[in-house]
């Protein structure tokens, strides 16, 4: 029997096959299930307890599936680059900045924002030791990304809710991989730092959208006239609003 912590298991039999599935032990499997993502990994979901010779034989009969399917995830979702760039935009707010890394001696890493010679163009000074890893260059920036969007918002909501007349007790943005916001029960919003790299008009749109939740928690015709009182043309930005992947520049993406 397999070890329920055990969470990679390599079942290839040569070094011509191709990646072998990931293993991932689940309480909620009824049955052995396989998946490809769109990096091209594939998974094998299996119930706790399962054999590993199960588990082998099921992977052998599905070889053909996993690599069919593989070169279809590859092909439609090529792989992004997610070399560090030189400098990221955020419309929201209309800044450039310009990321530059610089090694120190001090065990503590960070990354300040720094202003430029030019009128919204700042400097992102990464300081930290030489040897740091890029994951902990891209937590920092995108920690320092994450509190511009935090100050954006509280300068823009404030307003909206005034011409809303809503509400709200707490603020908190966070990185989320697919939600744009939320309003809770109690008067949270959740807003996700990606709408920093939204053009202007959208990322007010996302603040009366979500303060719009205070008076009708739905998206019902009532919910659509309170935005259309300060947007008019809230139907048309929100079928703009894409995916939140699609707007973040893939350096900064956490995994």
């Known amino acids: 029997m397999l070890d ?19 293993v991932r032990f689940s309480r909620r499997a009824r049955r052995l299930i396989l998946k490809v993502h769109t990096d091209g990994e594939a998974e094998v979901v299996a119930p706790i307890g399962t054999s590993e010779r199960n588990i082998v034989r099921f992977v052998e009969e599905h070889r053909d599936w996993i690599a069919k399917t593989r070169d279809a995830q590859l092909a439609a979702h ?5 070399q560090r760039p030189d400098h ?4 929201a707010c209309g800044e450039h900045w310009r990321i530059v890394r610089r090694p120190q001696k001090s065990d503590s890493l960070r990354a300040r ?9 700042f400097v992102v000074c990464v300081d930290g030791r030489p040897l740091a890893s890029e994951d902990v260059v891209r ?27 809503s509400r709200y007790n707490r603020l908190q943005v966070r990185d989320q991989k697919t939600c744009w916001g939320s309003y809770s029960a109690r008067g949270t919003l959740s807003m996700n730092y990606a709408a920093i ?10 603040c009366v959208h979500e303060l719009a939740h205070y008076h009708h928690m739905d998206h019902s015709r009532a919910f659509w006239r ?5 947007l008019p043309n809230a139907r048309a930005l929100d079928r703009e609003l894409g995916s939140t992947r699609a707007v973040v520049p893939p350096w900064l993406w956490s995994t």
Do not use: H, K, M
Request: proline share 11%; aromatic share 6%; with cysteine.
């Open 113 to 121: 924002r720094l202003p430029d010679d030019t009128p919204d163009r």
């Open 78 to 82: 090529p792989p992004v680059d997610r």
């Open 88 to 91: 990221i935009v955020l419309p």
């Open 226 to 230: 309170c935005t259309e009182s300060v």
């Open 139 to 165: 937590a920092a920036v995108r920690r320092l990304v994450i509190q511009r969007a935090r100050d954006a918002f509280e300068s823009r909501l404030p307003q909206f809710a005034a011409a809303l007349g």
């Open 4 to 22: 329920p912590n055990q969470l990679t298991l390599d079942l290839r039999d040569s070094a011509e096959r191709a990646a072998s599935p990931r």
């Open 197 to 206: 790299f939204l053009r202007p008009e959208l990322f007010d749109y996302l």
